[in-house]
């Protein structure tokens, strides 16, 4: 804290820290007021916000106002003991924030002659946002990762389905016997009409033997031997269908990796100490590139350098009856930091 008021409280060594207590107050209430306000009014501003986001978010914003209004005081109050214009640096600080409040600094030392003022100052400015950006933005980058793909951690998996609704008996087949004595019965009542049954004669069957040609063989006599028949061949069995897709499991070998690069470990992953098991789905095509690739699970940071390492790999075609076919299949990618 001495170098600090040395460097940029101070204008002069023979006066005291330009920020007084009502400035560092004016400073800390604005902070208080600026987390006040943005964790009321961020999360209706940006929908689906809330719990640690918001609270992070409301953070940044006070700390960053805080700073805004202790660089605000400091020109007001530093402008007065130097004699410069205080509403024209002013103007240029609340404008210019930043940049402006540079632009002073290398101002006021040239022209009191103690570029200290200036560089340790400007050196701080940097140094904060240096560590401020190494903080905030695995935070932000966090936030902005797909929805869908951290639904899959953090939500419950649907209920199962419930079972089939048991098949409807099956219909009594009342069986009525018919004795001798119910057919010796009378009817009870007659028929006005009675249906008449003509025999239709058959046609005529030619005479020949089991296995002969229709028609008979040009050349061949009455009763000859069944040696003596042309006849043709029985047809081929039929050849078994080969299906358009299997699925990897039980007697089905797993399919044969003929090139395979390592994904690329994720920086944000490395710094946040994450590392776990991402298990994708996809099809092994017939000419042995993967297709219709899907997330099952894994760590949202790991997600998508292990899509897109698994995209690029390139299988030795599946063979079923000596043709090619798609295969379904499950594709395990481990990530592992080093110790």
Not at 238 to 252: C, D, E, L, N
Not at 282 to 294: C, R
Request: hydrophobic share 45%; aromatic share 8%; with cysteine.
């Amino acid at each position: 804290m001495p170098m600090f008021d040395e460097t940029l409280l101070e204008s002069s060594q023979k006066r005291g820290p330009v920020l007084t207590s009502v400035h560092w107050l004016i400073s800390i209430g604005v902070a208080v007021l600026g987390y006040v306000l943005g964790y009321f009014t961020l999360g209706l501003i940006f929908a689906g916000t809330e719990g640690g986001a918001l609270a992070t978010q409301s953070l940044t914003l006070a700390v960053l106002l805080g700073f805004y209004a202790m660089i605000i005081c400091y020109v007001w109050s530093d402008t007065g003991h130097l004699g410069f214009s205080r509403p024209l640096w002013v103007a240029v600080v609340v404008i210019f924030n930043l940049v402006g409040f540079v632009a002073y600094l290398m101002y006021s030392a040239s022209k009191s002659g103690d570029w200290k003022r200036a560089t340790m100052p400007i050196a701080y400015l940097l140094e904060a946002i240096i560590l401020g950006s190494i903080i905030i933005y695995p935070l932000i980058y966090t936030q902005a990762l797909p929805q869908a793909q951290l639904m899959t951690m953090l939500v419950a998996p649907p209920p199962p389905p419930p079972p089939p609704p048991p098949a409807p008996p099956a219909p009594k087949v009342v069986i009525h016997k018919v004795s001798v004595e119910d057919l010796l019965k009378a009817p009870t009542v007659i028929p006005k009409t009675i249906q008449q049954v003509r025999d239709t004669p058959q046609p005529p069957q030619a005479a020949g033997v089991v296995g002969g040609v229709p028609g008979g063989v040009p050349g061949g006599s009455m009763g000859g031997i069944m040696g003596g028949m042309v006849g043709a061949p029985p047809p081929p069995p039929p050849k078994p269908a080969t299906p358009k897709r299997i699925t990897v499991g039980g007697q089905v070998e797993e399919s044969k990796k003929i090139y395979a690069p390592a994904p690329e470990y994720p920086q944000i992953a490395k710094m946040a100490r994450v590392q776990g098991l991402v298990r994708l789905a996809a099809v092994i095509s017939k000419d042995g590139t993967i297709q219709d690739l899907h997330l099952i699970s894994g760590p949202p940071l790991l997600v998508n350098a292990a899509m897109q390492a698994v995209a690029k790999w390139r299988y030795q075609p599946t063979l079923l009856n000596g043709e090619p076919v798609d295969v379904d299949t499950e594709i395990d990618v481990n990530f592992t930091l080093q110790e």
